[in-house]
Structure formats: C-alpha cells, structure tokens
C-alpha cells in the first residue's frame, strides 16, 4: 500500500484495504493521544486549511492533528484572505502549494477540491463539499468499528436527506466496508442513481446491499446504526426550510423509529444538530414553523445509545491517519 503523496478526495477512490489500514491507523493514533505520547513526527512540515463554509470539527480536527504531529498550520476563510473574491481557489491552490506541504479544502462544487488536486502537487484532502463528506465517513466507521469490534454484516440506515453529502459518502463507505446500507427518506431527496450505481457492485463483492427506501417501517428489526443529519446542508437556500420540513417531518428520528431498530443499535449524527432551540437557526425555523425539534428529538440525542461525542472526537483520529500516511514518504530519513 502506498499513500505518500495521494490526494483524499473521496471514499472510492481508496481501496477496501486502504481504508481499513486508515482506521487502524487511527486506532493507534487514538491510543497514543489518550496516552499522552509525543507523536510530533513532522516538525518540519506546514499544511493549509481552507474553508469556504463554516465548520466546528473539521477545522478543529485538522489544526489539533496538524498540531499534534508537530506540524504548522494556516487557517483561511474568505473573510480574511483574498481566496474567492479577489483570487480565484484555483490559483490560491498553486501559491500555497509552493509553501504548504498539504492543503485541506473544505466548499462548494466538487469539482473546486479535485481542481486544486489537480493543479497542486502536495496531497489536497476533502473536509466537504456538496456532493461528499469523506472525512467524516471515516470517523463514523472508526465510531461504528470501536463499538461493534466487526463492521463486515452490519446495517447502517441513514434516515432524512439521503441524497446529501454525508449520506453519499456513508453509502460509499459502507460498501466498501462489506455493511448494509439503507438510504430511507422522500422519493423527492433520492440518492442520485450515479451514485447507487457506483456503490452497489462493490458492495455486492463485499456480501452487502444498498437499498433505498421511502418506508420508515422497512427499518424495522433491521438497522445496527440510525444516522441522521440536518435537513438543509450548508449552501443551500433558507427559503427551502418548509419545504424540507414538509418532507421530512416522517424522517425525524424520534424514540418511535429508535424502537424500530435493534435493541442493540446506536444512534449517529454527523452534528451540528437542530435537537433543541438552542441555536439562532432552530429559534428562528420555531418562530416561522412552529417545530422544536428537527432531524432528531433531544431525548433521542441524549440518549444512552447515541454516541454522537465519541462520533466527534474521532473525526481528529481518523483526519490524522488520512494526514500522516499522505504526508509520510518512506524513503526519507
Ligand atoms: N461534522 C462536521 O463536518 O462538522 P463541522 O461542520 O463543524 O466541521
Ligand atoms: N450535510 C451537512 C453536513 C455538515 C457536516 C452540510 O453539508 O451542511
């Protein structure tokens, strides 16, 4: 296997053993930190974050790895850079691969990360984009793995925006993984076929099945693992809210459909999550529809089986792994 140099842009680009290698390797690095043993393996290394949508954990996670393998790291955003309005990402990209040794991207169109993949010659890595979220696929599966010890046989059923970015890379995880995957949701928010027809012969080698859903009671019985994430993604239009609410509102993932999954299963969201009314957004869609509680209730989201913090923390362990073994050139002393 050899990583060096590669980009991480989306799940199926790296094969079944890549990706578990990539979670073996954020176990140890797991391990380390919570020993508290120095890690600093690249001081002499700087690498660049760029997010043209806000974040909480993607950001954190990259500065805490970057930082705990002892390497440098920028931070950009539109609002303090020229990134955007006054250059274009494209060339950004190829300045900061003449000083930075990794560049992470987080945005819009798919095509912007695999542009700067291109145009650069140090490893780029995706933190999102509207058609994938592949960081976080691998913190989830670290999450599932950690709880379940085997991920080979498993059900993962992904319930509300099943054609989102976290829901595309979920099934293509999950394939790759050998575990069942259940997009359930309104025929109207579907996962691309592209996608579905992407994901299915792999998962069929692998001894699993994608299948897609409108039919909450077709969970039932079945799901090791209930996923949600919020109804409207980063990007999109505020004025969409009622509709998605319209849509969504026999998705949300309350104690009724909790009750419907294994007794043994667990709960996951991606977060940030619209639980309770306290944020601004959650406060506002109350005043206008009406609803507390959005894609989860809180009683679910603080629940004994949701692991949504664990689920957190391991996005720094798994961004880690992906940094260190695209970074780390083996034929260098
Ligand atoms: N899950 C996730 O990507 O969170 P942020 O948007 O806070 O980075
Ligand atoms: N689907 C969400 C994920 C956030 C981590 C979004 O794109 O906003």
Same mark, same amino acid.
């Given at each position: 296997m050899n990583f060096y140099g590669r980009d991480f842009l989306r799940i199926l680009d790296f094969s079944e053993e890549e990706l #578990?290698? %990539?979670?073996? %390797? /954020? !176990? &140890?690095?797991k391990e380390m930190k919570h020993e508290g043993q120095n890690h600093k393996f690249f001081?002499? !290394?700087n690498i660049a974050i760029l997010f043209e949508k806000t974040s909480t954990r993607t950001r954190c996670s990259f500065e805490v790895a970057g930082y705990d393998l002892g390497m440098g790291v920028t931070f950009l955003d539109p609002s303090g850079s020229q990134m955007g309005h006054k250059e274009s990402i494209a060339d950004t990209a190829r300045v900061l691969a003449r000083l930075y040794d990794g560049i992470e991207y987080r945005g819009f169109d798919q095509k912007i990360v695999d542009d700067l993949a291109k145009y650069s010659d140090v490893p780029v890595w995706n933190g999102l984009t509207d058609e994938? #979220?592949?960081?976080? /696929?691998l913190g989830d599966f670290l999450t599932i793995q950690e709880h379940f010890g085997e991920l080979k046989g498993l059900t993962l059923a992904f319930v509300g925006d099943t054609r989102n970015n976290v829901a595309n890379s979920l099934m293509a995880m999950s394939a790759k993984m050998g575990v069942?995957? $259940?997009a359930c949701g309104p025929n109207e928010l579907r996962p691309s076929d592209e996608i579905i027809n992407k994901c299915r012969p792999i998962a069929e080698k692998n001894g699993s099945t994608i299948s897609i859903t409108s039919d909450v009671a077709a969970l039932n019985g079945k799901a090791d693992v209930i996923y949600t994430d919020v109804w409207l993604s980063l990007g999109e239009p505020q004025e969409k809210w009622g509709e998605r609410i319209e849509l969504l509102k026999p998705y949300q993932v309350n104690s009724s459909l909790m009750s419907g999954a294994k007794d043994t299963a667990i709960f996951l969201h991606c977060l940030p999550s619209f639980h309770d009314l306290n944020t601004s957004i959650a406060r506002d869609v109350n005043k206008v529809f009406g609803i507390t509680e959005m894609e989860v209730t809180n009683e679910v989201f603080e629940s004994e089986r949701s692991l949504v913090f664990e689920q957190a923390e391991n996005r720094m362990h798994t $961004? !880690?792994?992906? %940094?260190?073994l695209t970074l780390y050139? &083996?034929?260098?002393k």
């Open positions: #578990h290698y %990539m979670l073996a %390797m /954020a !176990k &140890k690095f001081p002499n !290394k994938c #979220h592949p960081t976080q /696929a069942n995957f $259940i $961004i !880690k792994s992906v %940094m260190f050139n &083996k034929e260098e």
